[in-house]
Every structure is written in structure tokens, then in C-alpha cells.
């Protein structure tokens, strides 16, 4: 392990949070015993990450392990049950993230998503409501996202970083109050688990 790059949204942006320092990047920046480089960008989905992969992440030849989440902004409704970048696209945008990356030489993790709750987007969104069906809500829809990413890291047998699991066992504790982000407590659930795995694996 010579460095690690939190590479995606605004996740690891910190947003949610009650002050930068208590995002999850941050967090694991303060306590983990290796470099940890923090390239969230808020809004981003994985369309941006792929255009700023050679600039954020290839081409820092110190940082030898990247981590990656996306697809909250990729689940982004913008017509009924239409997302900004769907299921097949998101698909293959990661798998061509873990392709470019192994390539040059990266050891490649990949992260789950965080639950939301459904009222409290709602809450912040309202605009959305006209787009989700009476057969899905938006913790099922951004759930389909997630449930993307362990597909993918089993297909490409990466690592998976499973923070949905932990912060789920919290429920609606570790949410900022628009449904959407973790609030301090599921920053530093996150930043746990991501160092847990880490550990672990590194054994």
C-alpha cells in the first residue's frame, strides 16, 4: 500500500457532513497510516469520473490503491423511471474504470452505495415524485445502482467495500436530513469500514 485515492461523488466529497472535516475522506485521511488522496467531486457520476480518471488517478504513479463510488448522481431521475445514465451504461462505465485502472498497475476496491430514505428525498426533491412509478421509490431505484456495483465486483473479482450493510444496521441514524447524504455518524461509519476492509485484506 503506498497510497490510496478516494475516487467518486460527493460521498467522498464530504457532503452531509457538519464540517469538512467530518467527512469520510477526511476521516480516514486523519487516521489511516498510509496517503489517502481525495478526488470526490460533488455531482459527478461516473460519465465525469471517466474523463478525469487519467488526471485524478492514472497518472498518480504514488498512489497504488483506489477506491471508487459512484452512482448517485447516476441514478438521477430526469424523466419516469429514466436516470441520467442507466443501468447498462453505468454498468460498463465501471467495468472500463476497473479495466483503465488495472491496467496501469492500480489494485482497484469498489464501494457500495449508501441508503436513503425515501421521504426524505422526497423532502428535498419534491420534482421527483412525478418520475418514480407506483413501482418503485427512490431507495429501491438508487438500490438497483448498488446492487450494480457488487454485481460488478464479483464479475471482476475486485474487492467490495460493503458500507450499505453497516449503515443500514443504524437505519435512519446516519442520514443528513436530506435522505440523500450520511450525516457525521455514517461519515464515520464509512471511513471505518473502508480501513476495515483494507486491513483485512491486506493481511
Not at 430526469?78 to 488495472?102: C, K, P, Q, S, W
Request: net charge neutral; charged share 30%.
Amino acid at each position: 500500500m503506498k497510497g490510496l485515492v478516494l475516487f467518486g461523488d460527493s460521498i467522498f466529497f464530504g457532503i452531509g457532513a457538519s464540517k469538512h472535516t467530518n467527512g469520510c475522506g477526511k476521516i480516514l485521511k486523519s487516521i489511516a497510516e498510509f496517503p489517502v488522496l481525495i478526488k470526490g467531486r460533488n455531482r459527478d457520476s461516473t460519465r465525469e469520473g471517466l474523463k478525469r480518471l487519467d488526471s485524478d488517478v492514472v497518472k498518480r504513479e504514488e498512489f497504488s490503491h483506489i477506491v471508487l463510488l459512484f452512482g448517485n448522481n447516476d441514478c438521477r431521475f430526469i424523466g419516469i423511471n429514466h436516470a441520467l445514465v442507466d443501468f447498462d451504461e453505468y454498468r460498463e462505465n465501471l467495468y472500463t474504470m476497473i479495466y483503465r485502472l488495472e491496467s496501469a498497475g492500480k489494485s482497484v476496491l469498489i464501494s457500495n452505495l449508501q441508503p436513503i430514505d425515501s421521504q426524505g428525498f422526497y423532502n428535498t426533491h419534491p420534482e421527483t415524485k412525478k418520475f418514480v412509478t407506483i413501482n418503485e421509490t427512490p431507495y429501491s431505484w438508487q438500490k438497483r445502482y448498488s446492487d450494480i456495483c457488487e454485481e460488478v465486483a464479483r464479475d471482476k473479482k475486485v474487492i467490495l467495500i460493503d458500507i450499505r450493510t453497516k449503515l443500514e444496521a443504524k437505519e435512519s441514524e446516519i442520514l443528513a436530513s436530506d435522505g440523500l447524504h450520511p450525516n457525521d455518524l455514517g461519515h464515520r461509519i464509512i471511513a471505518d469500514t473502508i480501513l476495515e476492509t483494507l486491513n483485512k485484506t491486506s493481511r
